[in-house]
DNA sequence: AGATCAAACTGGACAATGTCAACATCGCGC
DNA sequence: GCGCGATGTTGACATTGTCCAGTTTGATCT
C-alpha cells in the first residue's frame, strides 16, 4: 500500500486494524500505543492526531464493532424468514462476530477504556441493538405471545454475551468433567432453543 | 492496625484489598502495581515477594472472587427449600457478588490479565460452579424434567453473566427510550422467570 | 501559477510504570 | 545465641502515555 509517504492515506483505519491485531495477540491488558504506532509504520505520537488518546482510540473500535455487529445482525436475519430461526441466526451471528473480531468484542463492553458518553459508540450500540429488538418483536407478533419485547431481547442479548464471556470457563468446566466441549455453534442453538421455550411459554404461568 | 513495623503481618491480604481499591475506583485500564504498594504502605517491590508479579496479584484476587460467590451460592441456596426459588435466589447473589465486589469479577472473566492455568484459580472456580450445577440438578429432578443439567446451567450461568456484563448498557438503551431502569434485581427476576419456564418446557416441543 | 495555511506527521522531553538485582531487617528453629 | 530464609527496601533500566515545538504536505484562494 503506497509505501512511505508522509502522509499516510488513510491513517485511522490503518491504527484501529494495528489495534486490534496487538489486543488479539497480546490482551488488552498488555495494549500499548505506540506499538500500534509501530505496527502501522508511524511515530509514536502520530495517533493523537486522530484520536487524541488511546482511549479515543479504542472508543473507535468499539464503534466499529457495533458496526461489524449490525451488519452482521442485519444479514442475519435478512437470510431468514421465519422470526424464531431469526433470533437463532442472529445468535451464531452475534457470537461469530465475538470469535472473528475478538479485539472490538473485548472494548466494546469495557467501560472502563472507552469514553462511554461518545455520541458515535452511543448510536453505534442503539442502532445494533434495535436489529434484535425488531426481530423479537417479530417473534412476538407472528406468534401472539405474551412477553414484554424489551424483556425478551434482554433475555436473548444477555445469554448470547455472557456465552461469550463464559466460552474460556465453560470449556474448563466441560474439560474437568471429562468431557470434551462443543462447537460453539452447538452452544447457541441449544441455548436459543432453551431461551425460546421460555419466551413461548412466559405467559402460561401458575 | 499495628503501624510501621518492617514486616506488615498480613501484606498478601491487604494488597488484594488495595488492589480492588483501585480497581473500582480507576478500572482495570489504569491499573498500576506501584499505586497498590503505596496504598498499603509499603515498597514498590514488595508484591512481588507474594505475587511473582502483577499478573500473580490479579490471579490471587480472581481467586478470591470465586471464593466469595461459592460463599455467597451457598448460603442463598441454604437459605432456601424450594429448588426454583434457589436458583433464583442464586442469581440475585450472584449479581450482587458482582455489585459489591465489582473488582473482583472484573477480573475473574478477564482471561489477559490473569494466569488461567493456575491451579488455585481452577479449583475456586469448579467449586462455585458446582453449586450452581447441583442447584440446577435438584430443580430438574424435583419436578421430573428432561432437560440436559449442564446445559440449562449453561443458561441460568450465561445469563446472569451476561447481565452483569450488559448492565450499563442496557441502563443506556432503557434511557434512550426513555424508560427508567428497573432496579437490578427486578432485572434479575424477570429474567430468571424467563429462563425458568424454557427449562421447564424444554422437553414439550414440536 | 504561486502564496498560504490548516491538517498530518515527526522528534524530543517528562513523569510514571513493571520488573530486575543487590541490599537490609525481622523472626523462627537449631 | 545465631544463622538463614522469608519479608521489605532502594536504585536502576527499558517502556509507556502524553505534552510541546517544529516539519512536511496538499488543498484552497487569488
Keep these: 500500500m503506497t509505501p512511505d509517504r508522509y502522509h499516510h492515506g488513510d491513517l485511522p483505519n490503518a491504527l484501529r ?8 495477540e497480546d490482551g488488552l491488558g ?15 505520537t502520530a495517533p493523537a492526531h486522530h484520536f487524541g488518546d488511546v482511549r479515543g482510540l479504542l472508543t473507535s473500535l468499539a464503534v466499529e464493532g457495533f458496526d461489524h455487529l449490525y451488519d452482521a445482525s442485519s444479514a442475519a436475519v435478512a437470510g431468514e424468514s421465519d422470526p424464531a430461526e431469526r433470533l437463532a441466526t442472529m445468535g451464531e451471528a452475534y457470537v461469530a462476530i465475538a470469535t472473528d473480531h ?31 429488538r425488531d ?21 436473548c442479548w444477555a445469554t448470547m454475551q455472557g456465552l461469550v464471556v463464559l466460552e474460556p470457563k465453560l470449556a474448563l468446566v466441560d474439560a474437568l468433567h471429562g468431557m470434551e466441549s462443543p462447537p460453539t455453534r452447538v452452544r447457541v442453538r441449544r441455548l ?15
Tied chains: 1, 2.
Design 17 to 24: 486494524h494495528a489495534a486490534a491485531d496487538v489486543i488479539t
Design 30 to 44: 498488555r495494549f500499548s500505543l505506540r506499538e500500534v504506532a509501530r505496527r502501522a509504520g508511524v511515530s509514536h
Design 102 to 132: 475478538p479485539a472490538h468484542c473485548q472494548v466494546m463492553f469495557r467501560t472502563d477504556v472507552v469514553d462511554p458518553d461518545d455520541p458515535a459508540l452511543r448510536e453505534a450500540g442503539m442502532r445494533a441493538h434495535g436489529v434484535l
Design 135 to 155: 426481530t423479537v418483536r417479530d417473534l412476538v407478533e407472528a406468534e401472539g405471545l405474551h412477553v414484554d419485547i424489551d424483556v425478551a431481547a434482554e433475555l
Design 192 to 206: 436459543t432453543r432453551l431461551m425460546l421455550d421460555g419466551i413461548r411459554h412466559a405467559d402460561d404461568r401458575p
